[in-house]
């Protein structure tokens, strides 16, 4: 799909700057006189005037995003007025003849049926209207058209038919950029709910359990033990933001492990090392604290003894390195790979595979985990967090690209 897109923009764009040459009726501005022929302004402009519009389509198809993106796109096609519209109404009408936005929606039920381009006159009675001609081109996302894009002229031109295809393909194309990015949105919403679903009943009822037998016994030990219950569920199950701070997921850790201190008593020691100056990192939200619970599970499983479990956070220059170490029964490094591979089915662990699909989503291949294990040695997972990465934000959603 990617190559597919990029494809289609260089063979557009080439495109967009011929017709704005062609259909442009404003002047040059003299600010670009020292850029080079005049071929070379016409492309500066149009790309520069492309750039622009780009922002409020990756947002999608809407009243907001038509208007803050029309008046772009009818300078890029130097026409007296351009329509966007959905398969509804008129979204955004820029231009004269404002009064045409009826008849123009009247005449789209064949376009946006059958997707393609059509032109055809205006009938108006308004003497000192310059809009006597319409071409549509609908706006199409994977085979279904969402709407149009109407350029207006006083007349009938091949050049501006030909223009406004280019220009509603262009725009088709951030449209569904525009689309993907909600499916990956979408798609990361639904990998958390899978890692809350995953928040194993078991512990949740043996965390009460525990809190339950202090209640007589101990009565302040079982009321701390209900707020770092409270304080965890409430960060695991909070709703807003995709990302958090290193610093707000260590904190989650740890009443975790306040509750699995508690159940497991002195069988169960952790050991932090944390450099504060990776505190305010971001990092995707409930990414480390599924690797503390296999640490936890795979620690304690098999072993009657104790199990030590060591988290580390560490300036890396342009990143913050993160390593979660225990001491436990290991994992046959086969078993490992099918897990991450999601070849494990239901028994195998859904967290790894998980984390590791998201670090990768957000930073790339090359930011999956590191896990080194073997039976009977432990397991070792490393994770690199590029201190900045563009659309990681701890205060909010994945901004705008």
Known sequence: MSGFLAGLLVAVLPLLAAGFWLGRRTARPAGLAGLGTDVEHATFETLHTASLATPPLRAGLTEETARKSARKLRSLLGTDALCLTDRDQVLVWDGVGAHHRAEIMERLAGP???????????????????????????LTVDDRVHGALVACAPRESAVLVRAAGEVARWVSVQLELADLDQSRTRLIEAEIRALRAQISPHFIFNSLAVI????????????????????????????????????????????????????????????????????????????????????????????ADKCHIQITAQDAGAEALVVIEDD??????????????????????????????????????????????????????????????????????????
Not at 291 to 299: C, D, R, S, Y
């Open 112 to 138: 946006l049926d059958t997707g393609r381009g059509e032109a055809f006159p205006l009938a108006c009675d308004t003497a000192d209207c310059t809009v006597r001609w319409a071409v549509v081109a609908p």
């Open 212 to 303: 339950a037998s202090f209640v007589r016994t101990d009565p302040e030990r079982a009321r701390e033990l209900l707020l770092e219950f409270a304080d965890f569920t409430r960060y695991s199950f909070r709703r807003h933001g995709d990302f958090t701070t290193l610093a707000d997921e260590l904190h989650a850790i740890d009443h975790y492990l306040a509750l699995v201190r508690a159940r497991f008593g002195d069988r169960l020691s952790v050991t932090l090392q944390i450099a504060p100056e990776v505190l305010p990192v971001a990092l995707p939200f409930l990414c480390l604290q599924p690797l503390v619970e296999n640490a936890v599970k795979h620690g304690l499983e098999g072993k």
């Open 328 to 401: 436990g029964a290991g994992m046959d490094p086969d078993t490992l790979r099918r897990i991450l591979a999601h070849e494990a089915g239901s028994t195998g662990g859904i967290g790894l595979s998980n984390v590791d699909d998201r670090l990768r989503q957000v930073y790339g291949d090359d930011h999956g985990l590191v896990i080194e294990t073997a039976l009977g040695a432990g397991m070792k997972i490393t994770v690199r967090l590029p201190k900045y990465q563009p659309g990681v934000h701890s205060a909010g959603r994945l901004a705008p690209k």
